[in-house]
């Protein structure tokens, strides 16, 4: 039977965009099909003490999220995956910083209109934006951030968790035998957390 994983990301992320290329390899190694979902990094650190820097980064995320749901709710599920990766591959692989160039290019890769980039610096779709960032969420809780995956536990409710975090993405077996590792901790009942102190920064191949 196939197992329907959720992921949450947001776009500006170098380690959700990791994690996301290792479940495209999962799907390719175990009977596993994810389902795209937009949160935000704006959204959760509204209200936050944060460094002048980071404000500025979490000004400019609003609009690669907010384009992506616009595209969603326009022409469906299926351009949440080729978008992100276009943006994706820009922002991460290409060390992209000029976002809105970035948009423009990735909805013409996609072949999605040009004018969805408009929704960038609008509030047209926030509340839907908001929606989608609280549903996952509210799965893990609100001291973690992207990526959240959530996938049906062994009694049928939702087992939710953020991560993993890992560079580079492992491929092949390697990346169904990470998989199976991380449902199997977390779906374990009070299990909460493995984590160690990142040496390298995300390593894209």
């Not at 389902?35 to 704006?42: D, Q």
């Not at 404000?55 to 978008?83: F, K, Y």
């Not at 909805?107 to 509340?127: I, S």
């Not at 995956?149 to 169904?176: L, Q, Y």
Request: proline residues 8%; charged residues 20%.
């Amino acid at each position: 039977m196939t197992t329907t994983a959720d992921f949450w990301f947001d776009p500006l992320c170098p380690w959700a965009w990791m994690t996301s290329r290792w479940m495209l390899e999962v799907e390719q190694v175990r009977d596993v099909q994810v389902h795209w979902n937009v949160m935000s990094l704006a959204v959760l650190n509204e209200g936050k003490e944060l460094p002048p820097e980071y404000v500025e980064l979490m000004t400019a995320a609003w609009a690669p999220v907010r384009v992506i749901v616009a595209a969603q709710l326009e022409h469906g599920d299926s351009v949440v995956l080729p978008l992100y990766t276009a943006m994706g591959t820009r922002f991460h692989h290409d060390q992209r910083k000029d976002y809105d160039a970035v948009i423009v290019e990735a909805l013409a890769e996609v072949g999605l209109p040009a004018q969805l980039a408009e929704v960038g610096g609008t509030t047209k779709v926030d509340e839907q934006l908001r929606a989608s960032h609280h549903r996952g969420i509210a799965l893990v809780g609100e001291d973690v951030g992207t990526p959240v995956i959530c996938v049906p536990g062994p009694d049928g409710n939702p087992v939710a968790f953020f991560g993993p975090v890992m560079t580079p993405a492992p491929k092949g077996e390697a990346a169904g035998l990470l998989w199976d590792g991380t449902l199997l901790v977390a779906a374990t009942p009070g299990f909460y957390e493995i984590k160690r102190t990142r040496t390298v920064a995300p390593i894209f191949d």
